[in-house]
């Protein structure tokens, strides 16, 4: 029933941005017909069954076609995921040799070991990069969308910096604020902020955060842009009547993108939960002081580094446990529709 | 009061209009690319360093371009000590980034085809065990998973490398969202001619999915290419290092220098972010249908 329930939810937030399998390119986003829309609504309410659009007899064939990626899912997520809960109820001794059952030992562990600290950084972490990077996203794409036949260049000028592999992004930002030579670094400097990222936690919390914005900016400006172009024309049109600016953003635009806004903030929430490992690693090892160690961080700090196997599993186990939370989160609020068509 | 200086009043309302209406566009313009550019400047600035000797770094950083970038990358192909060569290393990118892609493609296909076009019995069950991966991401997962590539002797090899960031839902999930889709009369019309599964998925279905696939191997290359975390635990000799994890091992080459060479490291890094950003701008239509059909 939950996988159902997940499934709905993900389909729900994928339609409003289906492909249509005609070829013709409608807009960008292949805004639907209203056939094929109520087509997909009815599928998603009803036996998944009923809508197929052919069903081959065989029975045979579907599972060997089936095999390959269940053999992959269920060797390298199955297995892992059961060693994980295995692994976080033993104990093994500083030679790893040896391992006894330890019960919730290595929870109550991962809990003192400075875990909840790591939880602090990363909501935080997580709440500035989501809250900024939504903001300018939305604010480029509404800009964007106003710029008639200038918009693909202004397009291409936006998104390209989400392909930035997070590693590469991080050594450049690295040295842009090295302390003596860094040219951002001097002129924070100049400005009279003793800048010294290896040195002050709060100053590398920032520049993790910073980067992480300027990377995930162009990810929600794709889905912004997204949004807007499946507000129908003429609705716009009908409301640029009544009111303008702020308005018109505030009563019309806003609520007609709330699928989208909401799409976009689980996605920024998922990815700065578990997408900003590379950066930190490049830029300040976790450090300084524990100020930069997320979740994920310190799952690779303690398993890999301190080769603590126990505490590792329970920390992996607590991360399913927050993820699975937030898909939950997810299809609940994508149930309660905050669809307006 | 004519009819004249009504007329007159309604132009001048609409020039009025028109001027701000234009003034108001001109300052947009000037704000987006005001934005464009602050996006561009660390890569501008990268680039510019990768052009210019270590010396020249330490009289601060310059703003224009100079002239060293074929001898930077010439000591990048030739490695730094300790370092892999950059061709090797980019050899490896570019097979772990193919690899990727070829695999999800080769794995996902067959797979949705069989979701989306065939019932049978555990299909419900097999589909929602591939699902849970959609919200597992290796970030989550990696440290079960490198205990099952170690039991499974896959340590330091190319399979314990690209298998486990294959086994993801993501493509398996958009296919069946597009194979739902389908147009039911091509579908009849086929099976009323007596065309058997497999031709159909070869003759009809494939060609037709021709965008979204471009979509998902847009997608697929640029995950690959950008892997960090699970090359850097799964990998423990340099020869194996892709480009995207060597860049760390570069750093602290480059900085045991007494110059510390970063204009090598910017060198890398254009190098490094050059494929990737490539393919999303040549190929930005597909990518950015890749992007908001499924969840990445």
């Given at each position: 029933m939950t996988i159902n329930a997940s499934e709905k939810s993900a389909i729900s937030s994928g339609t409003e941005a289906g492909f249509t399998p005609s070829e013709e390119p409608t807009t960008e986003l292949g805004v639907k017909t209203s056939r094929k829309s109520s087509r997909r609504s009815t599928s998603s309410t009803g036996t998944p069954s009923n809508f197929l659009p052919v069903s081959f007899p065989n029975k045979f064939l579907p599972l060997l076609l089936i095999l390959p990626e269940v053999l992959v899912v269920a060797v390298f997520f199955i297995w892992p995921s059961a060693q994980a809960i295995y692994q976080s109820t033993i104990q093994s001794n500083a030679f790893g040799l040896g391992s006894k059952f330890a019960g919730l030992a290595n929870f109550k562990a991962a809990l003192a070991s400075g875990y909840t600290r790591s939880l602090t950084i990363t909501a935080i972490f997580t709440l500035v990069t989501t809250v900024v990077s939504m903001a300018i996203g939305l604010l480029l794409a509404m800009q964007v969308e106003q710029t008639g036949r200038f918009r693909p260049i202004y397009r291409t000028l936006f998104i390209?910096?989400?392909?930035?592999?997070g590693a590469v992004a991080g050594t450049i930002w690295l040295f842009l604020f090295e302390?003596?030579?860094g040219p951002g670094a001097k002129l924070l400097q100049s400005m009279g902020i003793h800048w010294n990222f290896a040195l002050s936690g709060s100053q590398a919390f920032t520049l993790i955060c910073a980067m992480t914005i300027w990377q995930q900016c162009a990810y929600n400006y794709i889905f912004f842009s997204a949004g807007l172009q499946a507000i129908p024309a003429n609705v716009i049109e009908a409301a640029g009547l009544d009111c303008k600016g702020w308005q018109k953003f505030k009563y019309i635009i806003f609520p007609l993108l709330s699928p989208t806004t909401l799409f976009v903030l689980i996605l920024d929430v998922l990815s700065a939960l578990f997408g900003s490992f590379s950066v930190i690693d490049i830029v300040s090892q976790g450090g300084p002081g524990g100020s930069t160690t997320t979740l994920v961080y310190a799952l690779y700090r303690d398993g890999f580094q301190n080769g603590d196997v126990g505490l590792a599993g329970a920390e992996t186990l607590l991360l399913f446990v927050l993820s699975a939370i937030l898909l939950l989160l997810q299809s609940r609020i994508t149930r309660r529709r905050v669809h307006y068509r | 009061m004519t009819t004249l200086s009504i007329e007159v009043k309604a132009n001048k309302d609409q020039m009025r209009a028109r001027r701000k209406r234009f003034g108001r566009s001109a300052l947009r313009h000037l704000f987006l690319v005001i934005a464009a550019s602050a996006f561009a400047l660390p890569i501008y600035l990268a680039l510019v360093i990768s052009t210019?000797?270590?010396?020249?770094?330490?009289?601060g950083v310059p703003f224009a371009p100079g002239t060293k970038l074929i001898s930077n990358l010439s000591s990048l192909f030739r490695g730094l000590p300790g370092t892999p060569r950059l061709g090797k290393m980019i050899f490896n990118s570019a097979i772990m980034a193919l690899a990727i892609t070829i695999l999800k493609l080769g794995l996902s296909i067959p797979a949705a085809y069989a979701i989306s076009f065939f019932r049978f019995r555990s299909r419900d069950l097999l589909f929602g065990l591939i699902f849970v991966t959609l919200m597992m991401p290796i970030e989550v997962r990696f440290f079960p998973t490198y205990a099952v590539t170690a039991k499974l002797g896959m340590l330091n090899s190319q399979f314990g490398l690209i298998l486990p960031l294959v086994a993801s839902a993501t493509a398996v999930f958009v296919l069946r969202q597009f194979f739902m889709a389908f147009p039911i009369e091509l579908a009849d019309a086929a099976r009323i001619d007596g065309i058997g599964p497999i031709r159909f998925l070869i003759k009809i279905v494939l060609p037709l999915s021709r965008p979204v696939l471009a979509a998902l191997a847009v997608l697929e290359f640029v995950y690959g290419w950008n892997q960090y975390l699970w090359p850097l635990v799964i990998s423990s000799s340099a020869n194996s290092s892709t480009i995207v994890m060597g860049i760390k091992g570069l750093i602290s080459a480059a900085e045991s220098f007494a110059i510390p060479q970063w204009n090598l490291v910017m060198a890398l890094a254009i190098v490094a972010l050059i494929p990737p950003v490539i393919v999303v701008i040549a190929m930005q239509k597909w990518f950015i249908k890749g992007l908001t059909t499924g969840i990445s």
């Open positions: 390209w910096s989400y392909a930035v592999p302390p003596k030579i | 210019h000797s270590a010396i020249d770094l330490l009289r």
